[in-house]
């Protein structure tokens, strides 16, 4: 039994784990980190970490009164916790049973508890029948706030002023845009972006042997791509596929994704979530 000295800080119950888990499983996948900060307060829970090269930033939102959560209170102004990235998502993977989504009625609660150095997850149920049920605790200890430093990197996106843009209802195309590209074993990927295509093309391929070329276009009356340019605005730009990759992850995750480029800016994509929350991925191109 746990049990609790001090105040209750924060207190949520997710409506479904799955799209914390995602952007959890990105981070710790992607951008090979031992710690995540989460900051806390009455708007929701943010996500915010940049990569060891720092050509890529993640910007995840989880609104404390959206999809994400039944129930969310924060009661202090600003909590800020630090946490080792895989724990968290390992102990939310028995609410998604393997698969996007809860098991069938699963609650996901979150809490954390002065002196703030451990944060609560039950899940309950985790199975049930007509007569058993049951439940779950995990106690995750978090890491030391002294990792914090003043100097963290943010990128805006109210800092730069897109002139190209692409927006889907179907990121799932861009999961099957990455997969392909990863197959010519290609180490750098050129994108253009225009009011006509969206093009994706290999370049630096490792053996020399394959150049490959994906481009996706709006059908007459469809609607699920929509491309638009400022003028006669058209970015060309060239990613590591080592970063660029990390788009197709994200959009596995994903309802819709909106694509913003613009000359001297990085590589915007802003993916709602299935199942609550967004989140916001930033490439920097490379530089000839």
């Not at 890529?56 to 800020?80: G, Y």
């Amino acid at each position: 039994m746990v049990v609790h000295a001090g105040s209750l800080l924060f207190s949520a119950t997710l409506k479904d784990a799955a799209g914390l888990k995602a952007v959890l499983d990105l981070v710790d996948k992607d951008f090979s980190q031992d710690a995540v900060s989460m900051q806390i307060s009455g708007n929701g829970l943010q996500i915010h970490i940049i990569d060891d090269a720092q050509t890529s930033f993640l910007d995840a939102f989880f609104p404390a009164a959206k999809s994400a959560f039944s129930q969310f209170n924060c009661h202090v102004e600003h909590l800020k916790i630090w946490i080792k990235p895989s724990f968290l998502s390992n102990a939310l993977r028995s609410a998604c049973g393997g698969k996007p989504g809860n098991t069938a009625g699963a609650r996901v609660q979150m809490a954390i508890y002065e002196p703030a150095d451990k944060l609560l997850l039950t899940v309950e149920p985790l199975f049930s029948t007509s007569t058993v049920s049951s439940r779950i605790k995990h106690t995750i200890t978090l890491l030391d706030p002294a990792r914090d430093e003043d100097s963290t990197t943010i990128v805006d996106a109210a800092d730069f002023t897109f002139t190209v843009e692409a927006f889907s209802e179907q990121p799932g195309l861009f999961v099957e845009v990455a997969a392909q590209l990863k197959s010519a074993d290609c180490e750098e990927v050129e994108v253009l972006l225009d009011s006509k295509h969206f093009s994706f093309r290999t370049t630096q391929s490792k053996s020399g042997m394959i150049d490959t070329e994906v481009t996706v276009y709006p059908e007459a009356g469809g609607g699920r791509l929509c491309l638009y340019a400022e003028g006669d605005a058209e970015i060309r730009a060239r990613y590591a596929f080592r970063h660029f990759q990390r788009i197709g992850r994200l959009c596995k995750a994903g309802c819709r994704v909106l694509f913003q480029m613009a000359d001297d800016a990085p590589f915007s994509i802003v993916c709602d979530l299935l199942h609550g929350g967004a989140c916001q991925l930033f490439l920097a191109p490379l530089i000839d």
